[in-house]
């Protein structure tokens, strides 16, 4: 049980790594103003509207744009990103926080990238002849979170656009960086935390009769339901003598049992399994079964009578598994 | 408790689609071919119908049917739960009902495209996730990876070979007898078939000690029962044949797959208390079975049903299916149709029809004289069986 507290506390302990370097670079405010390459200009105005399907005549037609609102040719909003693109070989500056963000996670292993949603507020039109610049700022990293993608950090930046003092547009921009997942990937890490593969478990229900016992788990305790001397598993709402007075409580099983039973799966698939694998059903000490897999096991060495200790499973904020490893 | 069925209802009519691997058809227009054919063969048809019985996992609804066939009016429709243990179950409704007047003609029906469309091998988070008692259940096996049929039996296997000292050849007898007679019956999916021992052992790990041919075929079709009165079903087109014992059962600390908690977790307790009262009601033994149609989505139940049902003493199945006990023409014939290992899955219902046509004289695989035909439904859940007789 002190294993599963210790994996969080060092799991926690690299995500505080990177929540402090985030506060750091959010601290550092906005990065310089990254100028365009070009003025906003009518070549790359008439590409743009060409490949989008964009025939108003505002962004290309002098006369038409004459006798509009504009009174004169203006750019496309929605253009605004495309002046500051930095080309094929162009990179961000070293200021840029999404820059600094990114190399923090990729080497914290969060190497993949995902963009997620962006959205764009344009306080005026820009017209060809204007020469905007770009400054952005880190607004916030959450994480880790579990995602169908793998584990990863939702890091989100604001950009403003300038015209010389004149801020003309903003975007919010969110990318997930995660870790991708590994086929291979033995299920622990070097830091001895297990991690489950990268598809997620079929979720327990879970109840008002049961809620104890999934609680129990994510604090490292395997839980069995007790009505006055009685211990009961799977719980349930009723105590053997059908006293509806009664209230259960639980006891902490010590985690020490043997096996009762067990099957090594090999076919087909099941999200968050590496095939093949052992699940055992476990006759705890307490003298109740409890269901899980056996970790770290040759499926050659199982056998019935087998000595197991519990472990726990960790799969995200919400869910840990009741499992079991060999008991030396 | 003395009461039972009795007698005083029969299956008339017997129907089936062909068995595939990929109908081409909906669900709905394979229980209206199924139906209409078991209609045809009682000699009936639809406007005769007044009741319709299915399995809660159909996905025809008995007012599609109904309208699909122009069936007018109906006056009893039920369902009935826990997968495949419903198959002998639907049976037993439409006797009840016909006995106690609440329907003249009920026909019972189970269609589905299993293989080709949803398949009950795969792992369904439908099924682990189901807002009811049984999801519930399921989220102490499920999320831990106990995810598909074959792994909730191979953990039950596992402790029978353990208690009793079989071996997965144990297991392969019983493949290997299904597929010799589905070798023979031109309607089986494995016609032509036939495997070895040898072909059992080398088949792969589904979950072991399960191989892949302990684990019956994922199929798609459709079979039909047309139930009526015994004294009705004489007058009709075909031999009736009578139910002479339906029930249902559900044992101690019962769960859907996983009674994993009881004492005892060798053994198929439900089945004891389908077997009990099938004796009782129908007034038959072990002996007077002439041939057994048991079900076989997974070989080590079968063993284990023979012992439930006091065809031999627990852990003694093993030395009861040797030396050509349960051939065509040894002491207690299984499954002549090849089974569901052989045959087609059709959720049990197949082996309710090859019942009858052996109590006809009709099968591919005939047991000469059979008189008295044994049929249980899907195992490890709350089940269910029938004694079925000639008049």
């Not at chain 1, 609102?69 to 070293?94: K, N």
């Not at chain 1, 096991?297 to 056998?303: A, G, K, L, S, T």
């Not at chain 2, 699909?68 to 006797?95: D, M």
């Not at chain 2, 007898?173 to 010799?180: D, E, G, L």
């Amino acid at each position: 049980m002190t294993a599963a507290t210790d994996g969080r506390s060092t799991a926690t302990d690299a995500g505080r790594r990177i929540e402090e370097a985030a506060r750091e670079i959010a601290g550092a405010g906005a990065s310089a103003p990254d100028p365009a390459r070009d003025p906003v200009n009518q070549a790359m105005i008439n590409n743009w509207v060409e490949a989008i399907g964009d025939a108003n005549p505002v962004y290309t037609d002098p006369a038409a744009a004459a006798a509009s609102v504009h009174g004169e040719l203006v750019a496309p909003p929605a253009m605004t990103q495309v002046w500051t693109m930095r080309g094929l070989h162009g990179a961000r500056p070293d200021d840029d926080p999404l820059r600094r963000m990114t190399e923090l996670l990729d080497e914290a292993g969060y190497t993949s990238v995902v963009a997620t949603n962006s959205t764009q507020t344009y306080h005026r039109y820009l017209r060809p002849g204007e020469h905007v610049a770009a400054s952005a700022v880190l607004e916030g990293v959450v994480g880790p979170k579990r995602t169908a993608l793998g584990d990863g950090w939702f890091v989100t930046t604001r950009t403003t656009w300038y015209v010389g003092d004149e801020a003309v547009a903003e975007m919010t921009f969110r990318i997930l960086k995660f870790r991708p997942p590994e086929p291979q990937d033995p299920g622990n890490s070097d830091d001895g935390t297990r991690t489950a593969d990268a598809a997620p478990v079929l979720r327990p229900v879970v109840t008002r009769d049961n809620a104890f016992f999934w609680e129990g788990l994510r604090d490292g305790e395997l839980r069995i339901q007790r009505w006055g001397g009685t211990l009961r598993h799977p719980p349930g709402p009723m105590p053997p003598d059908g006293d509806l007075e009664a209230e259960p409580d639980y006891v902490v099983a010590a985690g020490t049992g043997t096996v009762y039973s067990f099957l090594v799966h090999h076919h087909p698939p099941v999200p968050g399994k590496r095939l093949p694998f052992v699940l055992a059903l476990v006759e705890l000490d307490e003298g109740v079964r409890v269901l899980g897999e056996l970790h770290d096991v040759d499926p050659d060495e199982v056998h019935i009578g087998l000595a197991v200790a519990a472990s726990f499973d960790r799969i995200d904020d919400d869910l840990t598994l009741p499992a079991w490893t060999v008991r030396s | 408790m003395t009461g039972g069925i009795g007698g005083e209802a029969a299956i008339a009519g017997i129907g089936a689609t062909e068995f595939s691997k990929d109908s081409g058809r909906t669900e709905l227009r394979l229980a209206t071919e199924c139906v209409s054919a078991a209609l045809a063969d009682a000699g009936l048809s639809a406007s005769d119908v007044d009741g319709l019985v299915t399995f809660t996992m159909d996905g025809n609804a008995e007012i599609a049917l109904a309208r699909e066939l122009g069936i007018p009016e109906l006056t009893f429709f039920s369902r009935i739960h826990y997968g495949g243990g419903a198959a002998a179950a639907t049976v037993q409704q439409a006797a009840m009902a016909v006995a106690t007047g609440m329907a003249d003609v009920v026909v019972a029906y189970r269609a589905f495209n299993e293989r080709s469309g949803s398949r009950f091998g795969q792992v369904s988070s439908s099924v682990a996730q189901q807002a009811n008692t049984s999801g519930v259940d399921n989220g102490y096996h499920y999320p831990a990876g106990l995810a598909t049929p074959a792994a909730t039996v191979a953990m039950v296997a596992q402790r029978y070979l353990h208690d009793y000292g079989a071996s997965s050849e144990d297991f392969g007898r019983i493949a290997v007898t299904a597929r010799a007679r589905a070798a023979t019956n031109p309607h089986a999916w494995f016609h032509g078939k036939p495997i070895t021992l040898a072909d059992h052992q080398a088949s792969r790990w589904v979950a072991e000690p399960l191989h892949l041919l302990d684990c019956c075929q994922e199929s798609d079709g459709g079979v039909a029962l047309v139930v009526t009165s015994a004294e009705r079903a004489r007058d009709l087109r075909r031999p009736p044949a009578v139910i002479a014992g339906a029930a249902q059962g559900s044992g101690p600390d019962q769960y859907v797959m996983t009674s994993y908690y009881r004492d005892d977790l060798a053994g198929l307790p439900e089945m004891g208390v389908v077997g009990r009262q099938l004796w009782r009601q129908s007034g038959r033994t072990t002996s007077d079975v002439d041939v057994a149609v048991l079900y076989d989505h997974f070989t080590p139940y079968v063993l284990m049903q023979l012992e439930e049902l006091g065809f031999c003493g627990r852990g003694e199945a093993k030395d009861f299916v040797a030396d050509g006990r349960l051939d065509l023409d040894g002491q207690l014939p299984l499954n002549p149709h090849g089974g569901q290992l052989g045959e087609a899955y059709i959720h049990g219902m197949n082996g309710i029809a090859e019942a009858v046509r052996q109590l006809r004289g009709t099968a591919a695989n005939q047991v000469a004289g059979a008189e008295t035909a044994l049929v249980t439904a899907g195992t490890g859940v709350p089940t269910s069986g029938l004694v079925l007789t000639v008049p």
